[in-house]
């Protein structure tokens, strides 16, 4: 077992923090107030190789492992870089895109994979429904043959990129007695008729990132956008992302909570009460501690499950555990945050506030904090 980063893994990681700190971190505030995407941040992500890191070469990716890609997202996130963003960016080279690698023929995997790895499009996945969450297979959007198209009805909520997005992996129902095995995906492309952004969410956290409800009306989809299989979509989307979902997308919070530490130490050496540094008080410093045995569990997890699955180790109860940890842990590490900045830390003009309100949604995106415990549970009881 070795638990140590190769030195171009950590050369790549100072890399990422450096770059996130630089050309990411000094625009989040003004962005997030404005709940507005930085697509100039995006672009210089794109230039650097980070949205099609997982990618093979051949379809303009970085061959990069699941590990490196971790690696990539934790560093983001300890250089500041804007929660947001790395929303967005797991939305679009994640769950908006491996799909497409695991699923995808040929012929997708060449005119869909290029673009979204150099950003010149943006993707988006689309499978929560407004009666559609933690129940994700009762989804009521339709797919229904007509030839040689596919006739898709229904609505799409909260979706991650959908106000930007050119391109979105849609789940429909193509046969309803069948449940789950009766759900398919589509790539939707935004200029299919009938495709519409109904309705763009504001959000408390993750302001930069945009969210839609997006409506299908008829829409048209060719039958060669059918990823896989018919049935295949629900059980073969989940299975091919999954554990990126759950592991890697988490990655960033990792990060975030070094950076939050990080402020924290500083602010606990420079703000006195009582005629020292807060830092000299127990009940400030422990805090301090907790977080950073919160930081190195977390990462540890991530790391784990990054590593499984490069070594193509199924790691779906590992991969529940991190994302329930990880992102528990991101949250009650930006609440302790705010608690050592004091007033301040409710402040806008600090971070910390914005990094509570980004940290909540990690224990609801992508299964909230009580189903990975349901998955967990029922893995480790099996049937009883
Ligand atoms: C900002 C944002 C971005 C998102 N991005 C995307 C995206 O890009 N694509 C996409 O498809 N979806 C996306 N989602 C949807 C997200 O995955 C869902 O919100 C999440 O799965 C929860 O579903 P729900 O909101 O319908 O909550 P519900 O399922 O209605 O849950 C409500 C509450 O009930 C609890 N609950 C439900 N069932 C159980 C149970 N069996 N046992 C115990 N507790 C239960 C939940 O834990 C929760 O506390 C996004 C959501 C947000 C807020």
Known sequence: ?????????????????????????????????????????????????????????EYGGSGAGALDTAIAMDAFGAGGGDA?????????????????????????????????CSGEKISCFALTEPDAGSDAASIRTTAVRQGDYYILNGTKMFITNGPIADICIVLAVTDKEKGGAGISAFIVEKEFEGFEVSRELDKMGNRTSPTAELAFNDCKVPVENRLGEEGEG?????????????????????????????????????????????GKFQAVAFKIAEMKCLLDAARLLVYRVAWMKDQ????????????????????????????????????????????????????????????QKLIISRILLGKL
């Open 1 to 57: 077992m070795d638990f140590e980063l190769t030195p171009e893994q950590k050369a790549f990681f100072n890399e990422v923090k450096e770059f996130a700190a630089r050309e990411i971190a000094p625009y989040t505030e003004e962005y997030d107030r404005r709940g507005e995407f930085y697509w100039e941040g995006w672009r210089k992500m794109a230039a650097m190789g980070l949205l099609g890191l997982p990618f093979p070469e």
């Open 312 to 371: 193509g180790i199924p790691a779906m109860l590992e991969a529940c555990v991190c994302k329930l940890f990880v992102t528990e842990a991101a949250f009650r590490v930006a609440s302790e945050a705010v608690q050592i900045f004091g007033g301040y830390g409710y402040i806008r003009e600090y971070p910390v506030e914005r990094t509570l309100r980004d940290a909540k949604l990690g224990t609801i995106g992508a299964g909230t904090s009580e189903i």
């Open 234 to 278: 629900f059980y073969g989307v989940g299975k091919a992302t999954l554990e990126w979902e759950r592991a890697i997308m988490v990655a960033p919070a990792v990060g975030g909570m070094e950076a939050n530490i990080n402020r924290c130490i500083q602010y606990a050496r420079e703000r006195k009460q009582f005629g020292k540094p807060i």
């Open 84 to 116: 947001g963003m790395s929303l967005s960016w797991g939305a679009h080279t994640i769950i908006g895109a491996i799909p497409i690698w695991v699923m995808g023929n040929e012929e997708q995997k060449r005119k869909y994979l290029p673009p979204i």
